[in-house]
Each structure stands twice: as C-alpha cells, then as structure tokens.
C-alpha cells in the first residue's frame, strides 16, 4: 500500500514555475514507478509525467516536454514536479500517482495509488 500527499499547488502568472511535490508513505518506495496526472472540469484525467524507480527513465506528455521536469528523492520517499513557463492551459488539479511497475504510456487503469490532488491555477 502506498498512501500519497501532494502539496505546492497555487496561482501563479503565465511564464511564471512553480514546485508540487508528492510524500509517499511505505518502506518500499523505490520500488514503485511515480507519476503525475491532471484533469480540468469536465474533461478525463490526463498523464504529464512520470519517473522510474531509480530515476533512470523519465517521460513526458508532448504538452509538458520542454517545460516540465519530474525527478524523485527515494531517500526522502519524494517525488517533484518543476514546471516551469507555466501557461493558462496547464490549469488543472495535479494528482501524483504510483503504480507497480514503470513503463512511459500510462493510461488511468495502469495507476495503483493516487493522491488527494492539489490546484495549480495559472493566470492569462
């Protein structure tokens, strides 16, 4: 079982970055490949990133590549997202995730954990 927290979420000026970051609970955190989603009203939840358990292997949704950067501390059971030259569009709840094993698709039914979600608002 993997119990997850994000946090850092807020409102912040289009070009402007913010951090969210994901406490994750268990014993075995490095075993367990991380990543992070969002959704918008009305729309599905969408995939933005994701990172190995060793952070040997990174993937990013077309619409993030570039400005978006996932990284982990297994020390720490932490994962991150930086985003940076934020746009309007990436207004959405963000939700870390966590599933078994990596893989650089992931689609909602691969997700074994989810966080509670955090807001990320980016004004025009």
């Known amino acids: 079982q993997v119990q997850l927290v994000e946090s850092g979420g807020g409102l912040v000026q289009a070009g402007g970055s913010l951090r969210l970051s994901c406490a994750a609970s268990g014993r075995t955190f490095d075993s367990y490949a991380m990543g992070w989603f969002r959704q918008t009203p009305g729309k599905e939840r969408e995939f933005v990133a994701a990172i190995s358990g060793r952070s040997i292997s990174t993937n990013y949704a077309n619409s993030v590549k570039g400005r978006f950067t996932i990284s982990r501390d297994n020390a720490k059971n932490m994962v991150y997202l930086q985003m940076n030259s934020l746009k309007p569009e990436d207004t959405a709840v963000y939700y870390c995730?966590?599933?078994?094993?990596?893989?650089?698709?992931?689609?909602?039914?691969?997700?074994?954990?989810w966080g509670q979600g955090t807001q990320v608002t980016v004004s025009s």
């Open positions: 995730a966590a599933r078994n094993r990596y893989s650089g698709l992931w689609s909602l039914k691969d997700v074994g954990w």
